[in-house]
Nanobody, 118 residues
Framework: QVQLVESGGGLVQAGDSLRLSCVVS????????MGWFRQHPGKEREFVAS????????NYADSVKGRFTISRDNAKNTVYLQMNRLKPEDTAVYFC???????????WGQGTQVTVSS
């Protein structure tokens, strides 16, 4: 129903910044939520940030508060994750997600790799 395509990952040094993008297409989902998750190899996927599409209410994991910012451009049907002051522990595959609420994500992108070297 909802198609998500992430981009913007790469290899950077600690302290650098990256901006991830997620283009949303397919069935519209007014009133739904968007989010970013990340996953280290062999680990469970963990929540990073979320935003409601219509009200712009945001939420962040404690580990990224003050460093990451989630936003969206409705005209471009795109959600962003601005990542500043990156740390090696931020290294992971980052996934874009969409769903009915910030507690129920049902659509996922394929992921984009972020690698932070020390």
């Amino acid at each position: 129903q909802v198609q998500l395509v992430e981009s913007g990952g790469g290899l950077v040094q600690a302290g650098d910044s990256l901006r991830l993008s997620c283009v949303v297409s397919g069935r519209t989902f007014s009133g739904n939520a968007m989010g970013w998750f990340r996953q280290h190899p062999g680990k469970e996927r963990e929540f990073v940030a979320s935003i409601t599409w219509r009200t712009l209410s945001t939420n962040y994991a404690d580990s990224v508060k003050g460093r990451f910012t989630i936003s969206r451009d409705n005209a471009k049907n795109t959600v962003y994750l601005q990542m500043n002051r990156l740390k090696p522990e931020d290294t992971a595959v980052y996934f874009c997600a969409a769903g009915a609420t910030t507690a129920l994500f049902t659509s996922w992108g394929q992921g984009t790799q972020v690698t932070v070297s020390s």
